[in-house]
């Protein structure tokens, strides 16, 4: 078999301005695609559960927040059971579990409306505080970032499989979000600087 030598490797690609279009087209102006974009509900009048609203906005280096950010969530539902062939039950049909949300063109702020979700089992067996795992991409950044957010003042934080094993665990505060009321949420993810948020290699 003859080596291949004359075609090199093309240059890697970020998720430039089209990941919109393709993943929000509603939020683009191009309608006809999709009645809502995927993922802008999460919820339901029958979703169990205590009804959150989380929000955000993703800072560069220089604490200037990204206008073009895309950010996707994924959780379990109230009673910890994630929506796809959990073994430990069935989950909420009538919560989707995922969720995906653009930023504010002009201020860069993005917002879920979602349900608290419960504990879930770390694979030993331990349980994990309730969280929201994030998925984040934007100009620039050629593969998609995965952090957590979990909720303040959770007696649960302590014992956290993950958190515990953090080496620095001055930098857990980022990964803690801040109670503006008793039902909403901020979550701000720092890509660089004194504040950078505890990204996961997953």
């Known amino acids: 078999m003859q080596k291949l030598t004359h075609l090199k490797e093309s240059p890697s690609q970020t998720a430039g301005p089209y990941v919109h279009i393709g993943c929000v087209p509603n939020f683009c102006g191009i309608t006809g695609v999709y009645d809502q974009d995927l993922g802008a509900s999460m919820v339901n009048d029958q979703t169990k559960g205590d009804r959150i609203t989380v929000t955000g906005s993703v800072f560069d280096g220089t604490g200037t ?6 950010v996707e969530i994924w959780q ?3 009673n910890g ?3 796809t062939g959990d073994p430990r039950g069935d989950a909420d049909q009538n919560f989707t579990g995922w969720g995906r949300a653009a930023g504010d063109c002009d201020t860069g702020v993005w917002s879920f409306e979602t349900i608290k979700p419960g504990a879930v089992p770390f694979p030993d067996g331990r349980m994990m505080a309730p969280h929201i795992s994030f998925w984040i991409v934007a100009r620039g950044i050629n593969i998609g970032l995965q952090t ?5 003042n959770d007696p649960m934080l302590a014992d956290d499989p993950w958190l515990t094993r953090i080496e620095h665990q001055n930098r857990v505060q980022t990964l803690i979000a801040t109670e503006k009321t008793p039902t909403t949420f901020q979550f701000d993810i720092h890509l ?3 504040d950078e948020t505890i990204f996961f290699d997953v």
Not at 148 to 152: A, G, I, T, V
């Open 65 to 70: 927040p990204l206008k073009d950010a895309l």
């Open 76 to 78: 379990a539902d109230a």
């Open 81 to 83: 059971i994630y929506p």
């Open 148 to 152: 957590r957010m979990y909720f303040p």
């Open 192 to 194: 660089q600087g004194p």
